[in-house]
């Protein structure tokens, strides 16, 4: 067995590439799970204000059939 190779990476600086690598992750994650939340309260909104029309809908249906029965 060789001792001299371990599976543990020696204590080292970051380069600059991974630094930016990094910085650049959380970035572009971070506007991500912006953009998902945002799509999330949009989809939210759209399903509310179709629920609200289709509600109206059904309203004016009945409505409208009823003065016909008269």
């Known amino acids: 067995m060789n001792l001299s190779i371990t599976p543990f990476a020696p204590n ?3 380069t600059r590439a991974e630094i930016t690598d990094r910085a650049a992750r959380e970035i572009i994650n971070a506007k ?3 953009k ?3 799509t999330a309260r949009l989809r939210a909104a759209r399903l509310k204000r179709e629920a609200v029309e289709r509600s109206t809908q059904m309203k004016t249906a009945e409505s409208s059939q009823r003065e016909m029965a008269r």
């Open 32 to 34: 991500r799970d912006v």
């Open 12 to 14: 080292r600086k970051p």
């Open 36 to 38: 998902r939340q945002q």
